[in-house]
């Protein structure tokens, strides 16, 4: 019985999926068979609903599958009695792989391709040219894709001529036609020559390797050298730091004493005041009240014989000696100790009195007042370029400060620092001190912002305003605010295309304002500023128009 099954067609007993012989034989409700890890396979691929990858019937819910135990006894006999399995899966030819051209269905991976038939070939049908005498001149090479690339486009005959004069390859004919009288020789001797020109090519590029290899060395040495010095330098360094650090914190002690004296003096000075004000309107109210008890005396007699006797209001003694001062008491004092970061050594054994002397003249130092006019800002004026590195691949960058949003992505070269998410790019310039710039715009949509060189580069909280580590304003058609860490602060007023920043980062001061023929304030942020600021700016074309910005040259 099982000498019948052998006489049946083959591919009765192969999966239509791995086109081998069944493994594990599973029947689905349709009744086509399958190995059960190809089954498995293919509708783990397919969502929801399950089909049969012959007749496309579909299946709701995913059938359990159970192997087929009489199909599975079958295939065992089969296969006692020579029934040949499929080639392995990796013999069959990909799209990527050359196929042999005799092969029937599904082709197999060709071995080698003749120059003589241009054809390919598998293992099997390549034999009668190993075997055959009639094929022993024919020349073989590598599988190749493109062996009709050897036949004359004009003259559909075998290319093995090369004219020297045209560099290119040509047939018989074309040697007695069209390239009659050029130098030509066979495809083969030009081939042996530039085979020795490409064997020196090669040498030299062996030479350059060995050459390369040898500075590598060297470089490696001077690497490690770096590396050593580094760690004793480092070693030094935390040794050095270990002691400025013991120094900052007993003068970090003193500061907070000095501040806290300070603090208790000028508060019990503000409440003297305060209740010497709060008596004096006890007296005033007394008095305001007796004033309005006399008006309401109807009899002129008594209202005169009562109104001599009221003293006149004398001027109040304390309205000079209060001072409303900002809030922001002893600014002085902070940016006092920000110049230890530059001047370490210096203040701690130079000035040390410095501190002190700002903490007992809080009521008298006032911080500088940000500028008020565009000719004051113009002051603090700072030139900006961008840095390329940083920038999304469809802005595309010139003249070092002008960008601009394009369609097709720009050729720039892999680098960390690169934004791929947002369509954003920042500055070269870490931004200290006070500075001042000016961003011109055009276009549907901008974010002008400064941010910390540590922001990410990819993710949603790569955009600016959406962290902890950038500012910015936005601008669409419909509204414009102000963002910081997702939240959205609205801004009414008139927005001009041009936008000037001023920076205090040593007071924590960043505004943002509408520049035009006056400065407009938009926004305003006091905070405390950790690390060196980039400007930056993100655009967007929302409606498929010209979006780009400009920072501005200022004189």
Same mark, same amino acid.
Request: hydrophobic share 35%; charged share 25%; proline share 4%.
């Given at each position: ?70 199909? @599975? ?11 040949? @399995? ?32 241009? #054809? ?55 040697? /007695? ?159 006092? /100790? ?23 003249? /809080? ?11 565009? #000719? ?14 940083? #920038? ?79 500012? @910015? ?61 980039? #400007?930056? /700016? ?10 780009? @910005? ?6």
């Amino acid at each position: 019985m099982a000498q019948k099954g052998v006489n049946l067609d083959q591919e009765t007993f192969r999966c239509s999926i791995c086109l081998d012989l069944l493994k594990d034989p599973v029947t689905i409700p349709c009744g086509h068979s399958y190995c059960m890890k190809c089954i498995q396979g293919f509708w783990d691929g397919q969502g929801n609903i399950y089909s049969c990858p012959q007749c496309r019937k579909t299946f709701t819910p995913r059938p359990v599958l159970v192997k087929n135990v009489m199909f @599975a006894a079958l295939m065992e006999q089969l296969a006692k009695t020579g029934l040949q @399995a499929a080639p392995a899966d990796h013999c069959y030819a990909g799209p990527e792989d050359v196929s042999c051209d005799v092969c029937s269905g599904r082709k197999l991976k060709a071995i080698k391709s003749c120059l003589f038939c241009l #054809a390919s070939y598998c293992e099997k049908h390549l034999q009668p040219h190993l075997d055959e005498a009639a094929f022993k001149k024919h020349k073989l090479v590598e599988p190749s894709k493109n062996l009709q690339e050897n036949i004359c486009s004009i003259h559909d005959e075998v290319m093995k001529m090369f004219c020297r004069t045209d560099q290119k390859c040509i047939c018989y004919l074309c040697s /007695v036609d069209e390239h009659e009288g050029h130098k030509i020789v066979s495809a083969a001797a030009e081939r042996t020559e530039r085979q020795r020109d490409l064997e020196e090519s090669q040498q030299q590029i062996q030479q350059r390797i060995q050459d390369r290899k040898k500075e590598v060395k060297q470089l490696q040495r001077e690497l490690e050298a770096i590396n050593h010095s580094a760690d004793q330098t480092v070693k030094g360094s935390e040794k050095i730091f270990t002691q400025m650090i013991n120094l900052i914190q007993k003068r970090s002690c003193d500061v907070k004493q000095q501040i806290r004296f300070q603090q208790l003096t000028e508060v019990s000075r503000v409440k003297d005041l305060q209740q010497q004000l709060e008596q004096e309107i006890t007296e005033l109210k007394r008095k305001d009240a007796e004033l309005k008890l006399l008006s309401l005396t109807e009899d002129p007699s008594q209202f005169l014989l009562h109104y001599p006797s009221l003293p006149p209001l004398s001027e109040s003694t304390h309205s000079s000696s209060i001072n409303v001062r900002p809030l922001r008491y002893f600014e002085d004092v902070t940016a006092a /100790v920000s110049e230890l970061t530059d001047k370490l050594q210096e203040l701690l054994s130079e000035k040390q009195t410095n501190i002190s002397v700002k903490v007992t003249r /809080v009521d008298v130092s006032m911080p500088e007042p940000e500028p008020k006019t565009r #000719a004051d800002f113009l002051k603090y004026s700072c030139q900006i370029t961008l840095d390329p590195n940083t #920038a999304h691949r469809r802005l595309l960058l010139s003249e070092n400060r002008k960008v601009k949003v394009m369609e097709q992505l720009q050729s720039y070269s892999d680098h960390p620092d690169r934004f791929t998410d947002y369509i954003q790019v920042l500055s070269r310039e870490s931004l200290t001190g006070r500075c001042y710039w000016e961003v011109e715009w055009r276009g549907d949509y901008i974010c002008v912002a400064v941010a910390y060189k540590n922001i990410r580069r990819f993710g949603h909280e790569s955009k600016f305003g959406f962290n902890d580590k950038s500012w @910015a304003i936005e601008w669409y058609p419909n509204k414009f605010l102000f963002r910081y860490n997702r939240i959205e602060t609205l801004i009414s007023a008139r927005v001009s295309s041009r936008i000037g920043v001023y920076l205090d980062h040593r007071a924590g001061v960043l505004s943002f304002y509408s520049v035009s023929k006056r400065m407009t304030l938009l926004h305003r942020v006091q905070t405390t500023f950790t690390q060196p600021l980039h #400007a930056g /700016v993100t655009l967007g074309s929302l409606f498929l128009s010209v979006v780009s @910005a400009e920072f501005c040259e200022l004189k």
